[in-house]
């Protein structure tokens, strides 16, 4: 696939991001359902998808260090070194910000943000949309997280409202993320390795 595909597709998702709709796209680990982190509306939408319970809140990508630093309420000071050591996608859980749509916060106001490192497409997006973008895998609730496109149930592909063409005939498997909550000292405990 060539590069021209990449942004044609990565600008179509942005143009629906832009419309408060909701995307099924790669993210830089496994097949997700995403809306611009921001936007309420949009976040109550992925939630009713999914059948996700209101109280469990979804992961938000985000391009860099910047914009990470605009969605935690406080930043780890050591997040330059926690990136650079990365060796798979990490999601760190970090106090919220107010720039995030409040439906996103989970129960204790924190929120999990993971830097697209190593993800073309998603950076593109990222940068392009210029917020953080939600990324919960594409399934319902309680069901199997989906590797590859061709594992996600029929209805929720007909139920969104832009299919992103890119890597849906991609067979390289990838793991959920790591998640890790960052301590106030700025030591990490791990939630799901």
């Known amino acids: 696939m060539t590069p021209k595909f990449l942004r044609s597709e990565a600008d179509a998702a942005v143009d629906a991001l832009l419309l408060q709709q909701v995307i099924l796209y790669p993210t830089d680990t496994v097949w997700g359902l995403g809306c611009d982190a921001e936007l309420p509306r949009a976040v109550e939408q992925v939630y009713k998808l ?10 938000v990508l985000v391009a860099d260090e910047a914009m990470f630093a605009r969605y935690a309420a406080v930043v780890p000071a050591n997040l330059p070194e926690l990136l650079a050591a990365q060796t798979r996608p990490t ?3 970090v106090p919220g910000s107010r720039h995030l749509a409040p439906n996103l916060l989970a129960p204790d106001g924190t929120i999990g943000l993971r830097v697209a490192l190593d993800d073309e497409f998603c950076r593109l997006v990222l940068r392009r949309l210029g917020h953080g973008l939600v990324s919960t895998s594409a399934n319902v609730s309680g069901q199997p997280t989906p590797a590859l496109f ?7 592909v007909r139920k969104v409202d832009y299919v992103v063409n890119w890597r849906q005939d991609d067979a390289t498997r990838a793991a959920p993320s790591r998640v890790v909550r960052v301590r106030p000292d700025g030591t990490l405990e791990t939630v799901r390795e």
């Open 50 to 59: 999914k059948n996700r319970p209101a109280e469990k809140a979804c992961i």
């Open 91 to 93: 999601t760190y859980i």
């Open 150 to 156: 061709s594992e996600i149930a029929p209805e929720l």
